[in-house]
């Protein structure tokens, strides 16, 4: 047996800032994926995947069957017969790996399933999301539901509010381009809870608030619209005072040895960097207008290119 792949995801912009409203783009990045399958002599990664399935299996008893119903009697046969999730996708690296999974289950597993083909209304998006979120919160604690939605769906994801997101299409892409998002490897696993405690923390101070609505979420919204319109000088001065800002109040998501980093490509313009997923570790988000000086810049780190402008 062996199912469907499903991609992994990165969020351009809005982590954070969308559990208070701000906007957010999700696009797929199919360079990772997973799918659900069985094996007759299953490895140790397999084993352990499996144990996992067990205890997710049992979270998906508890959802409310109103919002969604599973074929349980099957997924407890197949998860009794050794079925795991096969992933590319690096786990506590903010590209979604939880997420896919999801996305597997539900797509193996759901009754009256939403699929691709429908003329997919904002209502089906949300609802998609609402079963996503209560699925995903197995792994995260609380999750938005937006990863899984994006791998389900396989395209971008334009979220203009919480209860407002729609799929949209993006800018095609420039091969020849020297404009480039990239991601950076870090090198260290991050845990998304944890990060998300420090954040919601942070939220009760009122100086806070008001830097995440007038200044993180002001940037975040503005670097949105621009990426969809094509406005690349509008998004990269929206990019460095992203970068700015979380630099100077989003500290402990940003592993130490990386500050410096951070702000030499904003003092020298070579490239900006932002969080990717959660932060804390895993791959950071970097924009640059020059893709060969940003690699050149930061030869010592493993670069890889997901967008062209």
């Known amino acids: 047996m062996k199912g469907p792949l499903f991609y992994s995801k990165i969020l351009l912009f809005g982590e954070y800032g969308i559990i208070k409203d701000s906007k957010g783009l999700s696009i797929p990045y199919n360079f990772y994926n997973g799918a659900l399958k069985m094996d007759e002599n299953p490895s140790e990664e397999a084993q352990a995947s499996n144990k996992n399935l067990k205890r997710f299996a049992a979270h998906i008893e508890t959802l409310d069957s109103d919002m969604v119903v599973f074929d349980l009697a099957v997924l407890q046969k197949d998860v009794n017969a050794g ?21 597997a289950i539900y797509d193996k597993y759901a009754q009256n399933k939403i699929t691709v083909l429908e003329n997919l209304t904002r209502e089906k998006l949300l609802k998609l999301k609402s079963i996503f979120s209560g699925m995903e919160a197995f792994f995260h604690g609380k999750s938005s539901g937006l990863d899984p939605l994006n ?159």
């Open 83 to 103: 079925m795991y999730f096969d992933s590319s996708i690096p786990q506590g690296y903010g590209v979604g790996s939880s997420g896919a999974l999801v996305a």
């Open 151 to 309: 791998s389900y769906l396989s395209i971008p994801i334009l979220i203009n509010s919480k209860d407002n997101i729609e799929a949209t299409g993006i800018p095609s892409q420039k091969s020849e381009g020297k404009g480039a998002v990239f991601l950076l490897d870090s090198g260290i696993i991050g845990e998304t809870a944890p990060m998300v405690g420090i954040f919601m923390e942070n939220m009760k101070q009122e100086g806070f608030r008001k830097m995440l609505k007038d200044q993180f979420i002001k940037h975040t919204d503005a670097c949105v619209d621009d990426f969809l319109n094509g406005d690349i000088k509008s998004l990269f001065s929206n990019t460095k005072q992203l970068s700015k800002v979380v630099l100077n109040h989003f500290k402990p998501m940003i592993p130490k040895q990386f500050h410096e980093l951070w702000k030499k490509g904003i003092e020298t313009n070579e490239y900006y960097l932002k969080l990717c997923g959660s932060g804390g570790g895993g791959y950071i988000l970097g924009f640059t207008q020059d893709i060969d000086r940003a690699k050149q810049s930061l030869s010592e780190y493993k670069l890889e290119v997901v967008y062209n402008f």
